[in-house]
């Protein structure tokens, strides 16, 4: 896989909600099947299916453990997205600053037009 297809892979992979809150439970640690699938109102094929796609985009790992085949959270896959969303954050970030440095030198020139600006005549009843 490209990083290009491994980053699409994640991003699929995280946009769908049970996929995230299995994360979640995987970052407390490794987990079953079973134990994965408690808090959801759906089938324990239902689950591996998620577990599936969360699987090839390597974003978990099933070891083996007697008959218990526990899943872990695999971090590189996050850490990656992460550095992809980091440059966009400090894209926005650096022109946000320069909106603000723009306004501020607005406000300043506002304010100095307003303060030279004569006072108007007063019209004599």
Not at 19 to 44: D, H, K, W, Y
Request: with cysteine; proline share 8%; hydrophobic share 40%.
């Amino acid at each position: 896989m490209t990083p290009t297809t491994h980053l699409d892979a994640t991003f699929a992979a995280l946009a769908d909600p049970t996929r995230r809150a299995i994360l979640a439970r995987l970052a407390l640690g490794e987990a079953s099947v079973t134990e994965l699938a408690e808090p959801f109102a759906m089938s324990q094929p239902a689950i591996s299916k998620h577990l599936k796609v969360l699987e090839l985009a390597g974003l978990i790992s099933r070891g083996r453990d007697a008959q218990r085949r526990p899943c872990r959270l695999e971090a590189a896959p996050l850490a990656a997205a992460n550095e992809w969303l980091e440059a966009y954050r400090q894209l926005w970030e650096t022109r946000f600053e320069n909106l603000d440095v723009l306004l501020q030198e607005m406000q300043a020139a506002e304010q100095q037009s307003t303060r030279r600006k004569p006072p108007k005549p007063r019209k004599k009843p």
